[in-house]
């Protein structure tokens, strides 16, 4: 892992402060990237940024495709900048909660913003502008063309997923799917818009980023939804039935989080014929991540060494099975393409040897989280600080956990808390928890150490943002500006300092060699 001693904060794009019922690429994440500057915290985790909708919850580890934005995250406030939107666009007719997201609420609100960006663009876009887009299409015609057709389908069909459009379509018949790009054509062109102004933001707030010494780490989630633009329009890649339904799907067995494992439903790759092909989708998948990201988390890694797999006719995951995934054959692939390996291993859960021995070969550091750590194993676990190695990530929590205050008080125990106190050597107190546990992050020896924001402002667990193997009430959570200050970027800037996590990066010069970057704030600011 080859990143200075650091830290960094978990925080999806949705969470963020907006009057628009989400948060976006817009104003208020510019600002959450001068409060992690100030704080000298030089890493955002984010969570996947792929398109979802209501038939998976929004969950972003079920998207509509594994390379398409999530256009709801698409600032209003910077389209109006751009001239796309007007003031009276903006304008709200019923506020939207500055603590969660209603989802369908604001799907219907910017629908109706897009379509009048759009018209614009087709009717006064300036000529840069319409360049710019003509390049884009063309930089990504390996995954767009067939995702703006998928999507034109979908909105044609009222929404319907892919597996119930009429079988010319839904089987990709050639003459269909002509007919359909023309009398589409328009929508066609709108979803490749979509696509244009969300890649147009991230990589305004990406480069605003790194000129602050602030980088990205991503999120790859390992499988796909099955109502996707990409089972729609690669079947082969997938275990599908003759009509191109799932014979297996996707879960994981009974663990920590559910008596009856995990049914996530989504299909099953077919790994011999992704092999034949060289894995070009898979590494065409994390080429374009990793063009927006410096670091990329791979949700699920124990799934490249092994996979649960359940008959798709099972209502939970217990009677799945262990079938063996591609492994070293497809790393060292994976390594040639991309030689730094810039990964961080998502090893949580049920881990067996074979796991550790890939992550081994590849160097691939794993996580260390501490909410994990104050069981009954105590004294071996991994997760305990003693046990900690340099590279390694160690989180207090994930998405997936309880906060640490709503830990403590609800889902640690007596023992546990008992173990904890003894283990640090003093008296906890409720109040002052979620500091304890970010400083004991910030002590260890791993080389990165990440905590999510709800623990930095030492929230309960009204703030979780995930409760696996629940399918309603996830992905909403979001902070308000009230919340975050500069006596918290203060307080987090002087344990930094203390535990030696003020890493700074290194930076090509346009001319070569090497220089420093982020000392002075950008000249350029975006207002709210």
């Not at 949700?299 to 079938?323: N, S």
Request: aromatic residues 14%; neutral net charge; charged residues 25%.
């Amino acid at each position: 892992m080859n990143i200075p001693r650091s830290c960094g904060v978990i925080l999806h794009i949705v969470s963020l402060p907006s009057p628009y019922g989400i948060g976006d690429l817009g104003p208020s994440a510019f600002r959450f990237a001068d409060f992690l500057a100030a704080g000298s915290i030089r890493f955002w985790q984010i969570l996947p940024l792929n398109y979802t909708d209501e038939g998976s919850g929004f969950s972003p580890y079920s998207g509509l495709s594994a390379f398409a934005g999530n256009p709801f995250m698409i600032s209003p406030e910077l389209l109006h900048e751009e001239g796309l939107l007007d003031e009276q666009d903006l304008r709200i007719k019923k506020p939207f909660s500055d603590t969660s997201v209603d989802y369908p609420a604001v799907v219907g609100f910017k629908k109706g913003l897009f379509d009048a960006a759009y018209s614009r663009f087709e009717n006064g876009a300036s000529p840069a502008m319409r360049r710019d887009f003509d390049q884009f299409c063309e930089e990504n015609r390996n995954w767009l063309a067939d995702y703006a057709l998928y999507m034109a389908l979908k909105t044609r069909f009222g929404g319907k997923p892919w597996y119930e459009w009429p079988e010319q379509y839904r089987t990709r018949q050639k003459e269909a799917l002509q007919s359909a790009q023309t009398e589409c054509a328009d929508d066609l062109t709108k979803q490749q818009f979509l696509q244009f102004l969300f890649f147009r933001q991230w990589n305004h707030l990406k480069a605003y980023c790194e000129e602050k010494q602030i980088r990205f780490i991503g999120d790859l989630p390992f499988y796909v939804g099955y109502d996707s633009s990409d089972v729609w329009a690669h079947p082969q890649y997938f275990k599908l039935d003759k009509e191109r339904k799932p014979e297996l799907v996707a879960g994981v067995p009974p663990d920590y989080f559910s008596e009856t494992g995990q049914l996530w439903g989504m299909p099953i790759f077919d790994w011999a014929t992704l092999k034949k092909e060289g894995y070009s989708w898979w590494l065409d998948r994390i080429e374009q991540n990793l063009k927006m990201f410096g670091l990329l988390r791979l949700d699920h890694f124990r799934a490249f060494a092994a996979y649960w797999e359940v008959p798709a006719t099972e209502k939970t995951a217990i009677r799945g099975k262990w079938v063996e995934g591609p492994g070293n054959d497809f790393f060292i692939q994976l390594k040639k393409r991309f030689p730094d390996l810039p990964f961080i291993a998502e090893d949580l859960g049920e881990i067996d040897q074979p796991v550790r021995d890939l992550m081994s070969r590849f160097s691939l550091p794993g996580m260390r989280v501490l909410q994990f750590a104050f069981g009954d194993d105590m004294p071996r676990s991994g997760y305990v600080p003693h046990h900690h190695v340099p590279d390694s990530v160690v989180y207090t929590g994930t998405h997936d956990n309880n906060t640490i205050v709503g830990w403590y008080e609800n889902d640690l125990g007596k023992k546990g808390r008992q173990r904890l106190a003894a283990y640090l050597g003093r008296k906890l107190k409720k109040g002052t928890i979620h500091e304890e546990m970010i400083r004991l992050a910030l002590q260890s020896v791993g080389r990165l150490a990440i905590f999510p924001l709800q623990d930095l402002l030492g929230l309960g667990q009204e703030a979780i943002m995930n409760k696996p193997s629940t399918t309603k009430g996830n992905w909403s959570w979001r902070f308000t500006e009230a919340q975050l200050n500069q006596q918290a970027a203060a307080r987090i800037r002087t344990w930094l300092h203390f535990y030696d996590r003020e890493g700074e990066f290194e930076v090509p010069k346009k001319g070569g060699g090497k220089k420093k970057t982020g000392q002075n704030r950008s000249d350029k600011t975006v207002k709210a």
